[in-house]
């Protein structure tokens, strides 16, 4: 029994540590003139960025 409270304990412990953290979006921007859909996407993207500019720092 100690070893499941100890083992809950930290698993609350541990997912409260990460919750906390800043967390940072990641975006991969295909340039690939070979790939159709990949091309077919870049300006809508470029737009999206440009106004998601002044939200991320």
Do not use: D, V, Y
């Not at 100690?2 to 991969?28: D, H, N, V």
Request: charged residues 10%.
């Amino acid at each position: 029994m100690k070893k499941i409270t100890f083992l809950a304990a930290m698993l609350s412990i541990t997912g409260a540590s990460f919750a906390q953290s800043q967390r940072m979006p990641l975006l991969e921007e295909f340039t690939q003139a070979s790939c159709g859909p990949c091309a077919a996407a870049n300006p809508a993207l470029n737009t999206l960025l440009s106004a998601m500019r002044l939200l991320i720092p």
